[in-house]
């Protein structure tokens, strides 16, 4: 089984900046993709940012120019630098990853993280 923990939430206010980590962990041969979903109040889960591979980034229009995911391959670990927070940024955030588990058999799992609270407020 494999595990997604979530740290780095917290409050901040307007302008500010928070980086956000996720560690995988559990039976993984291969993590093709790992990202940063979240969810407002009284909203849909909706797609923050993802890295595909070693160096693909894609970002939601509404975070571009702000947020900045990396991947370090070697802990396993992916991160969510997020700049110039505004109100609307607050929700929890998930991690997400889909990982390959066995070297012989190429089917691809989802997992989630339980989430971090990242509430930008004055």
């Known amino acids: 089984q494999v595990q997604l923990v979530e740290s780095g939430g917290g409050l901040v206010q307007p302008g500010g900046s928070l980086r956000l980590s996720c560690a995988a962990s559990?039976?993984?041969?291969?993590?093709?993709?790992m990202g940063w979903y979240r969810q407002a109040p009284g909203k849909e889960r909706e797609l923050v940012a993802r890295?595909?591979?070693?160096?693909?980034?894609a970002y939601a229009d509404s975070v571009k120019g702000r947020f900045t995911i990396s991947r370090d391959n070697a802990k396993e670990m992916v991160y969510l630098q997020m700049n110039t927070l505004k109100p609307e940024d607050t929700a929890v955030y998930f991690c997400?990853?889909?990982?390959?588990?066995?070297?012989?058999?190429?089917?691809?799992?989802?997992?989630w993280g339980q989430g971090t609270q990242v509430t930008v407020s004055s």
């Open positions: 559990g039976s993984i041969f291969k993590i093709n993709g």
């Open positions: 890295i595909i591979g070693e160096n693909s980034p």
């Open positions: 997400n990853a889909q990982v390959q588990i066995h070297r012989w058999l190429p089917v691809e799992s989802t997992y």
